[in-house]
């Protein structure tokens, strides 16, 4: 799977993930699904894995016509193969996306299991991103709000950028020094720059700090494991390319200085309880455990993607509760980073403060991206209320150019997994066992919402 990461800040980061599998390669799929009649008959698992076995060809052929679909694919190599020798123009897979959802919904109304209707609702969800995104290929464009609602299965609702002065005001008071704002953060937060010559060793530990903890709650399967490795000429700063068997590849950007924030926000979301530890429990319960192929393919612009970056982005605060974060921050990273240990808390109430004002990203970006603001002015918005320099603001933009309305899923999934898993004030316990179910089961971004 891929799981991109961009900092606004210190304190704040995006993200990108999938999923895999092994399966039984079967002759001709797509030719299977179109001879099920599911009005005269009963619908048979093998009725359901037939349709999701097309669903897996069809996101693979979509693929083909768009660098970056296809987050991540672990099925069989022959399918694969197929998809790609010979894809479909964009008009007929369209076609055959709509006509492969009506089946699906005849189909869903004649299934008895509640496992199945699940499985048949995150398909549907999963078609209709897919008949949004050919739409777009095809020169569509919809509003900021409604691609999101149509691709990632959840209609934002976003705050006025002046709803965030106060926020900024409290940053103010916590930033020493003089002149512009944004400045002051940049300035005191370099301070905690990570050396070049350190990187390895802090990410190790951090990750390692991150395993332990959520290996503590939730089992892993046996062997699984990660590479990491620092890249350059990214617009994003991390990225978890999952690549099935339990294994995934970390990467970390570092065009830009690495602050030592980004170390246990990078080893949470990029891999415990973030998105290597989902992709393996979806692996492990889904694909293998129950042959569902769909978990085979991971189609980076859909609802899957809001529940892997919300549950990534929660899973820094699920992990390191409280005080825990900086005390692990000043007693164990800040040592082998070589950064002096600071004297008061000033930094990680500013890193808090920060992220109060986080959301303004997202009303950026759909002004932006809905042209009410040109590029110089989303810039220039973005070091105001993400506090950044501009190379940095620059990087936000890009990524906002990139994946569009993809940047509803950091902070408005953070908020629906948080408010699902800390629904009712539960014990910690209760809290793991909300997220494990979250990451091992075919969720959707209304699941959480209790609907």
């Not at 399966?23 to 037939?50: F, G, H, L």
């Not at 897979?93 to 009506?102: G, K, N």
């Not at 179910?437 to 959480?448: G, N, V």
């Amino acid at each position: 799977m891929k799981a991109a990461t961009f900092a606004f800040s210190a304190a704040v980061g995006l993200a990108l993930t999938g999923c895999a599998t092994t399966e039984t390669p079967q002759a001709d799929p797509a030719a299977r699904v179109a001879s099920i009649d599911v009005r005269r008959a009963p619908v048979s698992s093998q009725a359901m894995n037939d349709i999701a076995t097309a669903y897996v060809r069809l996101s693979l052929e979509i693929g083909t016509h768009e660098d970056g679909y296809i987050d991540a694919y672990y099925g069989p190599s022959e399918i694969k193969a197929a998809a790609e020798a010979a894809p479909r123009d964009k008009t007929a897979l369209l076609t055959a996306t709509r006509a492969l959802s009506l089946q699906l919904e005849t189909a869903a109304r004649r299934l008895s299991d509640a496992a199945d209707r699940r499985r048949a609702t995150f398909l549907h969800a999963q078609l209709r991103a897919a008949e949004t995104r050919l739409l777009m290929m095809q020169g569509t464009r919809f509003t900021f709000a409604d691609e999101a609602e149509r691709l990632f299965g959840i209609r934002p609702r976003l705050k006025p950028l002046a709803s965030y002065d106060a926020d900024l005001a409290r940053v103010d008071a916590l930033a020493p020094g003089d002149g512009p704002l944004w400045q002051r953060v940049e300035a005191y937060l370099d301070r905690f720059t990570i050396p070049k010559h350190r990187l390895q060793k802090v990410f190790d530990a951090a990750i390692a700090r991150c395993r332990g903890r959520s290996a503590a709650q939730i089992a892993m399967p046996e062997g699984e494991s990660f590479r990491l490795e620092f890249v350059t000429g990214k617009s994003w700063s991390g990225y978890n390319y999952y690549q099935g068997g339990y294994h995934s590849l970390i990467q970390v950007n570092t065009d830009l200085p690495i602050r030592l924030s980004r170390a246990l926000d990078l080893g949470c979301h990029e891999g415990y309880p973030g998105h290597h530890l989902l992709n393996m429990k979806l692996e492990e319960q889904l694909s293998r455990g129950r042959g569902w192929s769909e978990f085979n393919v991971y189609p980076l612009y859909s609802p899957q993607s809001l529940i892997a970056e919300g549950s990534a982005n929660y899973g820094i605060d699920l992990a390191f509760p409280g005080e825990s974060r900086a005390d692990t921050e000043r007693d164990v990273l800040m040592p082998i980073a070589e950064i002096a240990i600071p004297t008061d808390d000033r930094y990680w109430q500013l890193l808090k403060a920060i992220k109060r004002v986080s959301g303004a990203r997202l009303t950026i970006a759909q002004q932006y991206l809905d042209g009410e603001i040109d590029r110089a002015e989303a810039v220039r918005l973005t070091q105001k209320y993400m506090l950044v320099s501009p190379d940095r603001a620059d990087q936000s933009v890009r990524f906002t150019e990139q994946y569009r309305s993809y940047v509803i899923n950091y902070g408005l999934g953070e908020q629906l997994v948080q408010a699902y898993v800390e629904r009712g004030k539960p014990s910690r316990e209760v809290m793991w066992r909300r997220m494990a179910k979250i990451i091992s089961e075919p969720t959707l971004p209304k699941d959480l919402l209790g609907r």
